[in-house]
């Protein structure tokens, strides 16, 4: 199994709305282990305020209003999953993929985890995962079949993480 090198942060979030990130890093391990990605890679996530999302969706996306996780792929999967993105997608000094950047809300993250009955951690695993997959090329925007794909990987893993009791 590959080293990925994870780095995640809070940024401008009240000690109480922080998020675990042990829990997320291992959201990202066993993602990029269940989709089979044997090569490393380097995930950077920022845990920010609605207000910081606000700006960085606004500059990013062109809208003008909180999200609760944007995510920013550095390597371009098509069909989506992983597949080797060949050697010019490795740093040449590392040796390391670097697959994107996630960006996280951590009030949205509470706020959501309410609306759906789950609790902070879950919800942080959820938006986690779903981000993750985005890295790896999958989408939800387009077509019907992307989205059932999607959410079925998801869910998937969802299940293995919480054997694991997240």
């Known amino acids: ?8 942060r809070h940024k401008d979030v009240k000690s109480m709305e ?26 950077s996530v920022l845990i920010t ?27 371009e999967f098509s069909p989506p999953g992983w597949g080797d993105p060949g050697p010019d997608a490795a740093d040449p000094d590392t ?7 996630i960006v996280l809300s951590a009030k949205r993250v509470e706020l959501q985890a309410l609306d759906h009955g789950r609790n902070r951690d879950t919800e942080a695993a959820h938006l986690t995962v779903h ?14 079949d992307d989205e059932r794909v999607m959410r079925q990987k998801e869910n998937l893993i969802m299940k293995m993480l919480k054997k694991g009791e997240l």
């Open 1 to 8: 199994m590959p080293v990925h090198t994870i780095l995640a």
């Open 18 to 43: 922080r998020l675990s990130i042990p829990l997320i890093k291992r959201c990202i391990e066993v993602t990029l282990d269940l989709e089979g990605v044997d090569k490393p890679c380097e995930v």
């Open 49 to 75: 305020n609605d207000s910081a999302m606000r700006q960085i969706n606004l500059k990013f996306r062109g809208i003008d209003k909180t999200t609760d996780v944007l995510s920013f792929p550095m390597v």
């Open 95 to 101: 040796g390391i993929i670097p697959l994107g950047d």
């Open 131 to 144: 981000s993750v997959l985005h890295l790896l090329g999958y989408d939800h925007m387009d077509e019907e």
